[in-house]
Every structure is written in C-alpha cells, then in structure tokens.
C-alpha cells in the first residue's frame, strides 16, 4: 500500500448503459480502441465502427502509465447493477485465466445487448410505459446468466428464468410466463469473487420483509458474510436467515448451495444478485434455485438490485472504507450518464403539478415522452452522494460523468442508442483533456499514479 492511500473505484448502475463508464474506463487503462455495435436483429442495417476519441490537438486521451490491470490500480472496487457485473469483471480473472480490459467488458456489452434485453420489434426497445405497467418482470435472466457463466463458470446447479409468451385461459392477460431451467454449462472452473486481488464490493437487496416490522429498525447496511435463503445449520453452526435490506458482498461472502454446504460467493450468483432492477429482471435466491407461484413460500430470500438503496455506490464504498481504516489516496466515482430532460412536466399551477398525461398534458409518468419521475429517481440521489464525496474527499474526489440526451430508456439494445452512449462518451472524454475542464482528467491521472501498483 502507497504511504499516500489508496484508490477506489465506484462505478454505478444503468442497465445497458454500462457502455459508458466501460468506454470511460477503457480511456483510464490504455486499452481504448475501434469498438464495433452489431445491427439490430431484423433489419438491414451494417455494423457501425466508433474510433476512440483524441484531443482537441489530435494526441491520444492520456492514460495511466505501464501495462497494468485496473485490479492493480483499484484496491477497492465497488459497483451497482450493471457496475457490478463491470466491477467484477475487470477485478475477477475469467475461468480462461484473462484478466479483463475495460474494452473488453465494453465488447461484452455491445456483442450481447439484444440478447440481454432483447428489442420488442426492429430497433424498437420495450417502452418505459409498458414496463410500469406489465404484470410482470419484463425480460428473464437466462440470458445474462449464460453470458456470465460462459466466462466465470457455472457452479453446476445453478437456475435461472426465461421469460415466455403466457398460455392457457386462466393467465391474466399480459401476463408473462418464467420457466425455471439450467443455466447453459458455462466453463467448468467456477470463479469467485474470493478470487479477485482486490477488494470487490458489491450492492444487493434483500426484499423479504417480515410481515411485523422490528421494534428497532436496522439502518445499518450488511456486509454479507454468510447469505442465504432461510435460516439453516451446518456442521453445528446455525446461520440465521439474511437480514432484510441492503447487502454488501464481498470477498469474504459466503452462501449456503443447496446441498446445504457454504460455498464462497460465485461471480455468477452476485452479479445476478446486484442486477434484478425491479420490473425488468426477476428478484434472485441468493441458491439460484428459482420455483414457480406459491411454492417459493413467505420464508425465501430474495435478491434484487442495489440500486434500490445505491444506484450510485459510491457512498456505501466510502463508509465501507472508513469502518475499515482504508486510507484514501484517490476516489473515482463514474457514472452512466446523466439524462436531459426533452418533455417538462408544462404544468400550469400548482395542482396540477406531476398530473397524468391523459388529458393531453405530460406529467411525471409521462406516456408519450421522457418519464420525469424515472430520471429524478435516477439522477437525483446520485447528484447528493456527490455533493457529500466532493466535501469529505475535496480534490481526491472525481466524478465521472457524461450529459446523455436522446430519450433512449437505460434497456434498449437498439444500435442507435448503443452508438449514441459512447459516441458522446467520447465526446465527453475528449472534453475532460481541455484545460480548464472539471475534472481535469490529466490532474486525476496524476493523483491516481501517486498509488500506483509499483509504489
């Protein structure tokens, strides 16, 4: 460890979107290059190819000195949703042995979007409006799953959900059928979190409440060191059942399988754990033993998405840092993105301040635009986690992230959105080697290399 601290990375959630801290990020360890987005499925399109930016000069953006890894840059690397699956992936090496670039997780995105969130029709992505309003989980997870898995291996018992038009008279209509089935084999060496270098944090949900609140509510957050479905006992040792509410998953985690033996926490299990954003991936068994209707029972623990509590987890890495007299030398938070806003909410007075747009004014569930609520929902806890960062940390604090506009909902796979994220990714980069800029981005290099991996 560096006698200056050491750096922490946080990287956020936002679905799909995940394009653009993985470009940003791609600029940190030199491995920026042509990135290459597939056309949508169905249509007669051709593949587009982005460069990487360059400076207003025409240099190349600079990057960190050497050849290493962002494993070895990061001590401490934590991620939301989307950010934990590339908190994972740049810190775990595959079962293959390779340590990843950020280009490569950006590859992993772009070469796997429409089968993640597949379109509802040709360049079309599933609409916010149909999402709020859906009897169900809007995509499976088998997808994601046998992506992860193809990479991080497959403990051998692992289910996941496929997601199927629903059958049968007694379905309410719209409703959606999930099928509970293996996840593809995947490599047959299983990695962990345990196996990264670095300490991996990850954000995750428990949202099995119990009917009777606790007299004295918890507001602690879980730094999960055994997680399971329902209390159990093992070799003599009772594990009670997981407390509800926000989890952090570590190294250290371990998880009860369902033979009933503790197992460390599998790369494939936690990002599945941290992704199920509510409405569009199913909540998860920490066991990924998934069953249908009420056969689940009201005992079972199950895992959604950290953004619930952390969409930035920028905060919850922070405290983590302190409770464990973790010096800080640099904190780099970057982010998917902030969107503008192309339909105000146009009230008039007061009362009708967030109306429905059915009578012909939009509101904050706007049908026919951007929905106001889901861009404050998303943005604005983010833009107070930063304002608490950039007073405790002062000049060791960057925030890293780009104006985004278009409208395109965080899911969309379509080609256009995908292009548009790192098109102005790059804008943005190109921006930051300004001087003048803030952040400066050659300033954060040069604090960064204050703790570098040789030092």
């Given at each position: ?364 569930l706007n049908c026919n635009g951007d929905m106001l609520l889901m861009t404050m929902l998303k943005d604005g806890p983010g833009m ?72």
């Open positions: 460890m560096s006698t200056s601290g050491v750096n922490i990375l946080s990287i956020d959630g936002g679905a799909l979107m995940g394009v653009i801290p993985a470009r940003i990020l791609s600029y940190l360890d030199g491995s920026a290059g042509t990135v290459t987005v597939p056309p949508d499925p169905g249509s007669n399109g051709s593949a587009i190819s982005i460069k990487p930016a360059t400076m207003s000069g025409g240099g190349a953006i600079p990057q960190l000195p050497g050849s290493y890894a962002l494993n070895q840059w990061f001590e401490v690397i934590g991620g939301t949703s989307t950010g934990s699956l590339l908190a994972a992936t740049l810190s775990v090496p595959t079962a293959a042995g390779q340590t990843n670039s950020a280009n490569d997780a950006l590859s992993l995105y772009t070469g796997n979007a429409g089968t993640i969130f597949p379109l509802v029709s040709t360049s079309t992505p599933l609409a916010e409006t149909s999402m709020l309003t859906s009897f169900s989980t809007a995509f499976g997870n088998a997808s994601l799953a046998g992506i992860i898995a193809g990479l991080y291996g497959n403990p051998g018992w692992a289910y996941a959900l496929t997601r199927s038009p629903a059958s049968g008279s007694s379905k309410v209509p719209g409703m959606e059928d999930f099928t509970p089935g293996p996840v593809n084999p995947g490599c047959s060496t299983v990695m962990h979190l345990s196996d990264a270098p670095n300490t991996l944090l990850i954000t995750s949900f428990n949202v099995n409440f119990p009917s009777t609140p606790a007299a004295t509510p918890d507001y602690g957050i879980t730094v999960g060191a055994v997680i399971n479905k329902q209390a159990v006992t093992i070799g003599g040792n009772t594990y009670p059942s997981t407390p509800p509410g926000p989890q952090l998953l570590t190294n250290t985690t371990q998880v009860v399988n369902p033979s009933s033996a503790l197992e460390n926490l599998s790369v494939l299990q936690a990002c599945l754990m941290s992704s199920a954003f509510p409405m569009l991936l199913p909540p998860v068994p920490a066991d990924l033993q998934f069953t249908q209707g009420s056969s689940d029972g009201g005992t079972i623990n199950y895992f959604v998405d950290g953004g619930i509590y952390a969409g930035s987890p920028a905060l919850a890495v922070y405290f983590y840092c302190l409770d464990n007299n973790i010096p800080i030398n640099s904190f780099i938070s970057v982010g998917c993105g902030y969107t503008s806003i192309s339909t105000e909410p146009a009230y008039t007075s007061v009362e009708r301040a967030g109306a429905l747009p059915f009578v012909g004014r939009p509101g904050w107070g986690t930063d304002a608490f960062l950039s007073q405790a940390l002062g000049s060791k604090f960057f925030r890293l992230n780009p104006p985004i506009s278009g409208g395109n909902p965080p899911w969309s796979s379509a080609q256009e959105a995908l292009v548009s994220w790192i098109e102005q990714t790059d804008t943005y980069m190109a921006n930051l080697c300004v001087s003048g800029a803030t952040p400066y981005w050659p300033t954060m290099l040069g604090l960064l290399e204050q703790a570098s991996p040789n030092s």
